[in-house]
């Protein structure tokens, strides 16, 4: 069965503080992995894709990288604006068009 | 604009009484999903629609059912709502899924609170 995984469930850090966010996979066949910003009461808002390991994207403070197994979501000096619940969720080859979602890690920046 | 749009935003209502909840959007996406999210368990998928002909099961189906009007428009029904339905429920949409043209764009939501 495909699993996805995110961790830690929560993250607290202070402005500045440079941190990792895990999402691991077990599918039979990885089609693209994404990642989701969501607000309070908002609906997911798309940040990366990603479809071969190796692959890297970047977006101003986030950086999402792609390994057979994981992927990381590295958020580099946070500013307080930053903080929200980051969503992974995976396509695989024989799901089509569906996607399935991990639980989320909720992100709090303090100034 | 939006390019999704939920209806309504909020709702309250009580058991056994029938909802619906409305989707349109303006991406012209073929493909269109409804998802609801519980706190802790992320989303999970209820229906999936790929063109106005064709709508399959998700994985949480059982209590739901679907309607897609027109490519614009995918509607979700609970025929007699109850209490464990109580959740964020969320539309999205996505192109074809071709040559990496699948990302899914979601809707602001609706809170659905079953008394």
Known sequence: ?111 | DADVTQTPRNRITKTGKRIMLECSQTKGHDRMYWYRQDPGLGLRLIYYSFDVKDINKGEISDGYSVSRQAQAKFSLSLESAIPNQTALYFCATSENGAGGRDTQYFGPGTRLTVL
Do not use: M
Not at chain 1, 2 to 18: F, K, Y
Not at chain 1, 35 to 47: S, V
Not at chain 1, 63 to 90: G, M, N, Q, R, W
């Open chain 1, 1 to 111: 069965e495909d699993q996805v995984t995110q961790s830690p469930e929560a993250l607290r850090l202070q402005e500045g503080e440079s941190s990792s966010l895990n999402c691991s996979y077990t599918v039979s066949g990885l089609r693209g992995l994404f990642w989701y910003r969501q607000d309070p009461g908002k609906g997911p808002e798309f940040l990366f894709t990603l479809y071969s390991a190796g692959e890297e994207k970047e977006k101003e403070r986030l950086k999402a990288t792609l390994t057979k197994k994981e992927s990381f979501l590295h958020i580099t000096a946070p500013k307080p604006e930053d903080s929200a619940t980051y969503l992974c969720a995976v396509r695989t080859t024989d799901s089509w068009g569906k996607f399935q979602f991990g639980a989320g890690t909720q992100v709090v920046v303090t100034p």
